[in-house]
Nanobody, 119 residues
């Protein structure tokens, strides 16, 4: 069974930092990139960042480039998202999933972790 367990969210003021973690299980980690998506109220879910571990290539959306850093610990099957210089528009529920062709691979999402940034 594919499972994603996200953690690390919270409430911070603008300019603050958070580090999200996602423990992934139930699939071969090297088969896909693994990444983060976010869903803000009233908006569509969007891809934020992903990492392909076999060549360390990464993707960042324009809205987070230069502020967020994705990394992984394959031994722990965990992917991280270090978020710095947070802005109110980063407020959303953050989810992780395997990624292929710039889309999520699995329809089963975790519970997500809420990030709230106040101005």
């Amino acid at each position: 069974e594919v499972q994603f367990v996200e953690s690390g969210g919270g409430s911070v003021q603008a300019g603050g930092s958070l580090r999200l973690s996602c423990a992934a299980s139930g699939f071969t980690l090297d088969a896909y990139a693994i990444g983060w998506f976010r869903h803000a109220r009233g908006k569509a879910r969007e891809a934020v960042s992903w990492l392909l571990s076999r060549d360390n290539s990464t993707y960042y959306s324009d809205s987070v480039k230069g502020r967020f850093t994705i990394s992984s610990d394959n031994a722990k099957r965990t992917v991280y998202l270090q978020m710095n210089s947070l802005k109110p528009e980063d407020t959303a529920v953050y989810y992780c999933n395997a990624v292929q062709f710039q889309r999520e691979v699995y329809r089963s999402w975790g519970q997500g972790t809420q990030v709230t940034v106040s101005s």
